[in-house]
């Protein structure tokens, strides 16, 4: 379980797989994750999340978890509050902001009126950051946060085919964010259910799971949905920009 305490600062070791044959009898390969590591982080016990059983692609996740030092958020070129990522196409800043129940189009507004846009990840290591972000705040809740995700135009009406894929399905709207590396779907994800689940959403939570819905992976969603009032429902969104030179 992902708990985190008090004031302390979280760190978080997360590592990823997508089981596509589980002819292995279930057994970890450690060549299938991948890992964002951190040198200076200790050592710590590791609960494992199995997925439930399925004949679908299943996604397991490993979580560690270590209190560590508090250190400054690295700010770079970017104003105070947003995180600097350096990405091989410039620096990009992000920042979380929190509140309740807005649906994609408001949040996009939002995000506008900070000069950003919602935001896609470049990588694992960027939507790690944002998933031990939003749980560390939201902690005992659970909830779930908009990013810059939207369907793509071939695949408007269509569920997961040969043609429309997980990597395929969606495309970063930001215009910045390149490639499908910090894409991770959750289980039998984008489903894509009534044809009309053009936005996406970030699941996150203390515990490996919400409803069924694995915590650190995405989920398509009407743009217009709230889920107020539920463990996954809206509790804010994630708001990107370039940095300024």
């Known amino acids: 379980m992902f708990k985190p305490e008090g004031p302390k600062c979280l760190d978080v070791v997360g590592h ?11 057994e970890d390969d450690e060549n299938d994750f991948f890992n964002v590591e951190n040198d200076d982080t200790p050592e710590a016990e590791t609960p494992v999340v199995n997925a439930p059983a399925a004949s679908n692609p299943v996604v397991v996740s490993k979580v560690e978890t270590a209190d560590v030092a508090c250190r400054k958020m690295e700010v770079g070129n970017c104003e105070e509050g947003w995180k600097s990522f350096k990405r091989p196409n410039g620096e ?15 949040s996009e507004k939002r995000c506008n009126e900070q000069n950003a846009t919602l935001s896609g990840f470049h990588d694992q290591l960027e939507k790690q950051f944002v998933t031990t972000t939003v749980t560390d705040h939201l902690y ?10 939207k369907r793509t135009p071939n695949c408007l009406n269509s569920k997961l085919t040969k043609n429309c894929t997980t990597l395929n399905s969606f495309e970063w709207s930001d215009k910045f964010t390149k490639g499908s590396d910090g894409m991770l779907w959750t289980w039998g994800q984008p489903a894509n259910v009534g044809g009309k689940q053009d936005c996406a959403m970030l699941t996150t939570g203390y515990n490996g799971y919400i409803q069924y819905f694995q915590t650190g992976t995405f989920d398509d969603v009407g743009c217009d949905i709230r889920y107020k009032d539920t463990t996954r429902g809206v509790r804010g969104f994630v708001c990107g920009k370039q940095a300024k030179h």
């Not at 990009?92 to 408001?106: L, P």
């Not at 005992?140 to 995700?149: F, K, N, R």
């Open 16 to 26: 990823f797989m997508v089981d596509y044959d589980d002819s292995h009898g279930g």
């Open 92 to 106: 990009w800043c992000m920042k979380v902001f929190y509140e309740n129940w807005v649906n994609q189009i408001e």
């Open 140 to 149: 005992p809740s659970t909830g779930s946060v908009w990013i810059g995700l």
